[in-house]
């Protein structure tokens, strides 16, 4: 193992009240006082562990000031990493951090590698695979929702489903070397019956964690929310309303929006990504024809489209190709600008749209939102997102290792229902147990690991 020791900016790039430098590893400690000046402490080894100790940064080489900094170092292992940490909090903005940086890489450490400090915390075993990717997925998270189901994980809801499933593998494992230890006959009948159960439960657990794939998608990414209409019927204006901020340009000329504009929102414990697009219409204009082209794009990959409707002109021949394109889509149906004198009825939309959800708005009155909104919750809160306390697979990793999982023992099972020989039976119980095992990363090859941590962070 790597045992140098490491220090990156941990804290964003840019302009903030502090900024962070971490050092973690052997020299950590050495580094920090090295680097640390203080009127009141002769080395930064005398102060009190744990406690932000109040002083200068200085360059070594000439005792010049760097900054003013709060320095605290940590003894391994229960750190972050579990070796010995030291965190030197300065002033916020891109010169201070990176000079200090550099005075550390200069005293003795290394640059970290992208989610290094992590990686160590997994290889050093304070967590495993799962729980530093919910570390991971914690940072990333863009709704409420996401970030309650990462810290789930990264408190071990999954790990303890797997460790779980595996330990039933492990005892069919067992039964199995049993057998093949003593075969007499009834001896394997009762093994046989044993494995169905067991595997049946195990099955039955795999199936489980994969039907909150669905909702996983959507805590991580939000509901899709495509908003579409021809031009100049208030699809920006609907974006605004719902973010309740002048995010899309606005104007009475058809062809404003052009490209899309997407934003994460949180309505009523929905999470949505919302993408405004440009009006619907045939056009000459080159930058237009790409933004409608993409707009129809979105439109299959959306999880829902809200169709926006002006009902103060007639019925056009966009508006029926709109129709058209959502016809077989979940969608809802927004009749705009009703403060204006009505020109389209709710139904004959109803005719053209059956069983979909009309819903009168006026953007510029603010009228029809709370329904709109409700709808939401009542369309998705209800039936397909229920976190609460179960243990929702939002990876996509671990999704494809549960359906590696569940295919080895559906093929256990198999073999065990028309009586194969018992060591076809072991081989599917092993890699069903293996697979799982990839998920908390215990049985894993260095080259997952690596890619799993390079899409981290630098400074995690
Ligand atoms: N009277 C009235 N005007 C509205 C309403 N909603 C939007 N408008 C106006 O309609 C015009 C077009 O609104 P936008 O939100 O830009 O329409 P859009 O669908 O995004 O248009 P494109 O981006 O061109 O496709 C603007 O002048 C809005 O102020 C409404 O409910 N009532
Ligand atoms: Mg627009």
Redesign the pocket.
């Known amino acids: 193992m790597d045992i140098d020791t490491i220090a990156a900016i941990a804290t964003a790039p840019g302009e903030a009240g502090i900024g962070i430098v971490r050092i973690s590893g052997k020299n950590a400690i050495d580094i920090g006082n090295k680097i640390f000046r203080s009127k009141r402490v002769k080395s930064l080894k005398e102060c009190e562990e744990r406690k932000l100790n109040y002083g200068y940064a200085i360059d070594p080489k000439n005792e010049k000031k760097i900054d003013e900094v709060l320095v605290v170092y940590m003894k391994g292992p229960n750190t972050y990493t579990k070796e010995d940490i030291v965190e030197i909090n300065c002033h916020g903005g891109m010169v201070p951090v990176r000079r200090i940086l550099e005075v550390v890489l200069e005293n003795g450490a290394r640059i970290a590698e992208k989610g290094e400090f992590t990686k160590r915390a997994f290889l050093n075993g304070r967590i495993d695979l799962a729980q530093a990717e919910a570390i991971m997925d914690l940072i990333s998270a863009k709704t409420d929702s996401s970030f309650d189901v990462s810290l789930n994980q990264l408190e071990g809801s999954l790990s303890r489903e797997v460790s779980d499933m595996r330990n039933t593998l492990l005892a069919m494992l067992a039964h199995i070397e049993a057998s093949i230890d003593f075969p007499e006959h009834d001896v394997e009948e009762i093994t046989y019956g044993e494995l169905e159960s067991q595997g049946e439960e195990v099955l039955e657990k795999i199936n489980k964690l994969l039907d909150t794939v669905y909702t996983g998608r959507i805590l991580r990414e939000g509901i899709k929310t495509i908003?579409l209409?021809?031009?100049?019927?208030?699809?920006?204006?609907?974006?605004?309303a719902i973010l309740r901020e002048n995010r899309?340009?606005?104007?009475?000329?058809?062809?404003?929006?052009?490209d899309i504009i997407e934003e994460y929102i949180n309505i009523k414990g929905v999470p949505l990504k919302l993408v405004?697009?440009?009006?619907?219409?045939e056009t000459e204009d080159l930058v237009e024809k790409i933004g409608v082209d993409k707009a129809k794009g979105i439109l299959n990959e959306s999880d829902l489209a809200i169709a926006?409707f002006?009902t103060?002109r007639e019925l056009e021949k966009e508006d029926l190709e709109i129709i058209e394109l959502i016809k077989d889509k979940k969608s809802i149906i927004l009749l705009?600008?009703?403060?204006?004198p009505i020109k389209i009825s709710e139904d004959e939309i109803n005719k053209l749209l059956p069983n979909k959800k009309i819903i009168n708005?006026?953007?510029?009155?603010g009228?029809g939102l709370d329904i709109l909104e409700e709808t939401l919750k009542d369309m998705f809160l209800s039936s397909e997102i229920q976190i609460k306390d179960n243990t929702i697979v939002t990876n996509v990793r671990h999704r494809n290792q549960l359906l590696k999982s569940k295919e080895n023992i559906q093929e256990a099972l198999e073999s065990i229902r028309i009586g194969l020989p018992i060591d076809c039976v072991e081989v599917d119980v092993k890699n069903c147990w293996e697979n799982l095992g990839e998920i908390t990363g215990d049985t894993v090859g260095e080259d997952i690991i690596d890619k799993i941590f390079a899409n981290f962070c630098i400074g995690k």
């Open positions: 908003i209409g021809k031009p100049n019927v208030g699809k920006s204006s609907l974006m605004n899309a340009i606005v104007t009475d000329i058809p062809g404003t929006t052009r405004d697009t440009a009006g619907i219409r926006v002006d103060s705009n600008k009703t403060d204006l708005t006026s953007m510029i009155k009228k």
